[in-house]
């Protein structure tokens, strides 16, 4: 059975500082990863996605994620965050042709002036 | 852009109630989700729908049903919503053929039962 982790529930963190958010999955087969973020009052919205090829992934706004398949890892990074990072990030999990689709808990990142 | 709409932002409802939840997306995706957030659980599934008429079971269909009479449309029904139904619930739409993963996603509907 596949299932994700996110560590941390909520990551404080000052504007212009580092951030990096945690995943980490279990599965016995191969996976698709992705993260989503919600601003709040809002839905989600798709930031990246690993499905093959290179393990960074890249986001349009400065987001990138690095699949590491021996630390079953999926980890979130921006190494400079503006005030409008702030929301809750979700980490998903799925498998084969996308049958099955896990998502974590979810870390909520507040970046303070 | 592609846009998910759903009907009501809050409702609040009394034990019993039978409860239609709707959502309507704008771009003629095949598959289409429904989902309840809770704080510290992330997003279950409910039910998923990758054409008309056509539904399955997620993770958590108990006291859940679905209805998909067109395309566009994905409603939720709580027969006789409870109190622990109270709930963000989150509908998504993706337009994949076969199964793909939710991608464009509803503004939630946050339902309090009483």
């Known amino acids: 059975a596949q299932s994700v982790t996110q560590l941390d529930s909520q990551v404080p963190v000052f504007e212009e500082a580092p951030v990096e958010l945690r995943c980490n999955y279990s599965s016995s087969v191969s996976v698709y990863l992705f993260w989503y973020v919600q601003y709040p009052n809002q839905g989600l919205q798709l930031l990246l996605k690993y499905l093959s090829g290179s393990t960074l992934v890249k986001s349009i706004n400065g987001f990138e994620a690095e699949f590491n398949k021996s630390q079953t890892s999926f980890h979130l990074r921006k190494p400079s965050v503006h005030i409008s990072d702030t929301a809750e990030y979700f980490c998903?999990?799925?498998?084969?042709?996308?049958?099955?689709?896990?998502f974590g808990s979810g870390t909520k990142l507040n970046v303070k002036p | 852009d592609v846009k998910v709409t759903q009907s009501s932002r809050y409702l609040v409802k009394r034990t019993g109630e039978k409860v239609f939840l709707e959502c309507v997306q704008d771009m003629d995706h095949e598959n289409m989700f429904w989902y309840r957030q809770d704080p510290g659980l992330g997003l279950r599934l409910i039910y998923f729908s990758y054409d008309v008429k056509m539904k399955e079971k997620g993770d958590i269909p108990e006291g859940y049903s679905v209805s998909r009479e067109k395309k566009e449309r994905f409603s939720l029904i709580l027969e006789s919503a409870s109190t622990n139904q109270t709930s963000m619930y989150l509908c998504?739409?993706?337009?994949?053929?076969?199964?793909?993963?939710?991608?464009?996603f509803g503004n939630g509907t946050r339902l309090t039962v009483t």
């Open positions: 998504a739409s993706s337009g994949s053929t076969g199964f793909g993963p939710p991608l464009h």
């Open positions: 998903a999990v799925s498998v084969y042709n996308f049958n099955k689709f896990y």
